[in-house]
């Protein structure tokens, strides 16, 4: 079946500090990937997305790239602030064309403290 | 993005009784509602997706009669744990889906609601 690992956390850092959270995944067809992002006392946000290998999805300074080769889907930040603390989830989806419209799997998502 | 409201965001309940979370979209349509049980640590596992007028289809190792879903309205599905027990304690997430202005058709979460069953 299709399954999502990511590094376990939690993960703590400074202000202006680089950010790598790794994913790896397997899955049975050809997935889009996905990070969502978790604040605290709200709903799961789509951070960003690719949906083929090389794809680079980037927002609020995040990326990750869609590496088949390697089934990874990194996602990295070059300077974190305070406000992006919160939990991160790694997903993937088989079934809907380049959304999240279809199942979803879930990593078991990743703590980010950052520290002023 | 669309906002998708559940209800109540805690609750704590004796062992036995039955209770029920509510998941709204607030301002689309959704015709999908999917359910999902958080455990701490652990990633969110999908329990069932329902569709709007259908009967809900239950992941493998989910009980449905335990997990009654129903999604009778475009903006409102409803979680009911039956006889809940300790072991039900769990974090229940809910996200929908449906077709926004423009075409946008991607899945939105709730904030969840946690559940303690003492």
């Known amino acids: 079946g299709d399954s999502v690992t990511q590094m376990e956390g939690p993960v703590t850092l400074s202000e202006e500090a680089f950010l790598t959270i790794n994913c790896t995944y397997t899955?049975?067809?050809?997935?889009?990937l996905f990070w969502y992002v978790q604040y605290p006392g709200e709903g799961l946000q789509l951070l960003l997305k690719?949906?083929?290998?090389?794809d680079k999805g980037s927002n609020k300074g995040f990326e990750a790239t869609y590496r088949k080769e390697t089934t990874s889907f990194h996602l990295e930040k070059g300077s974190v602030q305070v406000s992006d603390s919160a939990v991160y989830f790694c997903?993937?989806?088989?079934?809907?064309?380049?959304?999240?419209?279809?199942?979803?799997?879930f990593g078991q998502g990743t703590i980010l403290t950052v520290h002023p | 993005g669309a906002v998708v409201s559940q209800h109540p965001s805690w609750v704590i309940c004796k062992s036995g009784t039955s209770v029920k979370i509510e998941c709204r979209s607030l301002?689309?349509?959704?015709?999908?509602m999917f359910w999902y049980r958080q455990f701490p640590k652990q990633s969110l596992m999908l329990m069932a997706t329902?569709?709007?007028?259908?009967?809900?289809?239950?992941e493998q190792g989910v009980e449905k009669d335990k997990f009654l879903i129903n999604h009778a309205s475009l903006t409102l599905s409803t979680l009911t744990v039956t006889s809940a027990h300790p072991e039900d304690s769990s974090f229940y997430i809910c996200?929908?889906?449906?077709?926004?202005?423009?075409?946008?058709?991607?899945?939105?979460f709730g904030p969840g609601t946690r559940l303690t069953v003492l």
């Open positions: 997903a993937l989806s088989v079934d809907a064309g380049g959304t999240s419209y279809g199942k979803l799997t």
């Open positions: 899955a049975t067809g050809y997935p889009s």
């Open positions: 301002d689309f349509q959704a015709t999908t």
């Open positions: 690719a949906t083929k290998a090389d």
């Open positions: 329902s569709n709007e007028g259908s009967k809900a289809t239950y």
């Open positions: 996200s929908a889906r449906g077709r926004l202005p423009g075409g946008y058709n991607e899945q939105f």
